[in-house]
């Protein structure tokens, strides 16, 4: 291994023992150790990021999803974003000048229906239309799908020390692929099928830590000044390890910061 990249990541013992100690945090959160079910901390994830209002939000077997539907779109958006461009390797090139110009307009629909919606809650105050937790969904997930693939390249590009210069989407046929993928999604969650009650709010929750987790390699990365010295993926395993520790710690305080404010204030939610 480079010098540089044995500067950055240490020693083996330290390396690895930063990672098996956020592992073994990891662990214990999913663990029988935390008595509360698999539910219920998906609910605890969503709670650190979302405003889970129950009339924003889809139920499925009586229960409310970990996120509203526009988070839920979101985050299972940029989960199969990823997931999809792990084919791509380590592509650092943002997608053709036209693709980009799409997902950029994904990015505004979202915007422009977020504060129609908002503006909903205001009686008196004109709005475009009748907000709609279809639309949330819809443009939720095109908002999710359009975050991983500008946020993909950028962190191959961040993270190893030679990372391909391909583009992450060649063109709008590869789009075309992912696009139908978030309409399956839409379908799914739509429906409102008791079945898919764990595989929806588990994948989403996941969605949370994956894109929280990139963020913070990222920042991370940046703030160390230590970008581009991953070689193997071996390497790469102590900043995304504490990414995943950063966003942990995170939504923990975010989640009980919002208990206590919310018990402070008296309020509903």
């Known amino acids: 291994m480079a010098e540089g990249v ?8 330290w390396r690895w023992g930063v990672i098996a100690l956020i592992a073994l945090v990891f662990t214990l959160f999913l663990s029988p150790l935390w008595p509360v079910s698999i539910l219920a901390k998906a609910d ?38 990823f997931l999809g461009l792990m084919a791509k390797g380590r592509a650092s090139r943002f997608p053709p000048v036209k693709v980009l110009i799409l997902l950029v307009g994904f990015i505004v629909l979202m915007g422009v229906d977020g504060l129609n919606s908002y503006l909903s809650f205001f009686p008196g105050i004109p709005h475009l239309y009748e907000p709609h937790n279809t639309l ?8 999710g799908l359009s975050l991983s693939i500008l ?10 020390r030679e990372p391909k210069p391909n583009e992450a989407l060649s063109g709008f046929k590869e789009l075309s692929i992912l696009l139908v993928g978030t309409l399956f999604i839409v379908l ?18 996941l969605g949370v830590l994956l894109i929280f987790t990139v963020v913070n390699t990222l920042l991370i990365l940046v703030v160390s000044g230590r970008e581009g010295q991953a070689i193997t993926w071996g390497d790469a395993l102590l900043p995304l390890a504490l990414g995943l520790g950063a966003t942990l710690l995170e939504i923990g305080a975010v989640g009980f910061a919002r208990i206590q404010i919310t018990r402070l204030l008296g309020l509903p939610f």
């Open 44 to 81: 605890a994830v969503g709670y650190a990021v979302c405003g889970r209002l129950p009339d924003h939000s889809f139920h499925l077997a009586g229960r409310q999803l970990p996120l509203c539907a526009r988070c839920t779109g979101t985050f299972l958006g940029a989960f199969l974003g």
């Open 6 to 13: 044995r500067v950055f990541y240490g020693s083996h013992f």
């Open 151 to 160: 946020v993909f390249p950028v962190l191959n590009f961040t993270l190893w």
């Open 136 to 143: 949330r969904l819809i443009t939720g997930t095109l908002y």
């Open 188 to 205: 799914i969650v739509r429906a409102q099928i008791d079945a898919f009650l764990y595989p929806l709010a588990l994948a989403s929750a």
